[in-house]
């Protein structure tokens, strides 16, 4: 586990000194201290002495998404056309801001970014009039919909925590009254939407199969992700055996997201 180093004071060649060894992340302070997120690959005694110094100050690094994502702060990203910043910076008209939360969904997880990559492709071609998250976290993925013209979304999840924080995030951006939340899965609801994302675990993708498909529309698109590549074949069959078509697949950092469209 990458663990974070704090440096009261850095010499001139610090930052590069860090970054040869591998650092995940570093910030520069405006007084003169340093903080890295090192790989624990590395030893803190590497690092002083790479450094120059006798000791250093280690401390537990915090994991964002999942505890899988290492940054030291949020940061502003850019996705397509979707970009997203903390809710605690100057933000311009159309960027997504989001509050530092505990839900799943900045963005910045392969599986998020695979997700947003493939609904700014989608809505590009034709914006569909709504779109079901599944699984909303954040409400990263119905939020950034939403940012791009998507009229309205319905959000779900079975963390409450997560609906309140979804919830947050919407009426921060001033979208609130486009966002619907309940609590549940997709076997709780009843109609179809055109556009249908689900960025969960594997395993709740093929058990939730037979529910999710049948939220999706006449020749409705499907994007799932949270795959593992070693279990990408799996999924796929789960859907295409309920009459999704595959379009595309996409990876990234040994994740995979799918692009599928109903056969009806």
């Known amino acids: ?103 799943f969904g900045t963005g910045l997880h392969p599986t998020s970014a695979l997700c947003l990559e493939a609904l700014d492709a989608i809505v590009q071609i034709a914006r569909p009039e709504a779109v079901l998250d599944v699984g909303t976290g954040s409400g990263v993925l119905a939020l950034a919909a939403l940012m791009l013209g998507v009229p309205r979304a319905l959000a779900v999840d079975l963390d409450d925590g997560a609906l309140r924080e979804a919830a947050e995030n919407a009426s921060l951006n001033g979208i609130a009254d486009r966002l619907q939340l309940a609590r549940g899965g997709p076997e709780t609801l009843t109609g179809t939407w055109p556009l249908v994302l689900a960025n969960v675990v594997a395993a709740s993708l093929i058990e939730m199969a037979p529910a999710l498909v049948r939220r999706v529309g006449h020749d409705g698109r499907l994007v799932l992700s949270g795959i593992p590549s070693c279990l990408e074949a799996d999924v796929d069959r789960a859907y295409r055996d309920l009459g999704m078509r595959r379009v595309r697949p996409m990876s990234r950092g040994g994740w995979v997201a799918l692009v599928l469209q109903a056969s009806w």
């Not at 004071?9 to 591998?22: I, K, Q, S, T, W």
């Not at 030291?72 to 159309?94: D, K, Y």
């Open 1 to 103: 586990m990458p663990y974070r180093v704090d440096l009261h004071y850095r010499g001139d060649d610090a930052l590069d000194r860090l970054v040869e060894l591998g650092a995940i992340d570093v910030e520069c302070s405006q007084d003169g201290g340093i903080t890295a997120l090192m790989p624990d690959s590395v030893a803190p005694g590497q690092v002083a002495g790479a450094l120059g110094v006798d000791g250093i100050s280690v401390s537990p690094a915090a994991g964002r998404d999942a505890a899988s994502v290492w940054i030291l702060n949020p940061r502003p990203i850019r996705i397509g056309q979707v970009r997203i910043a903390p809710a605690h910076t100057h933000a311009e008209p159309g960027v997504l801001r989001l509050v530092d939360g505990a839900a």
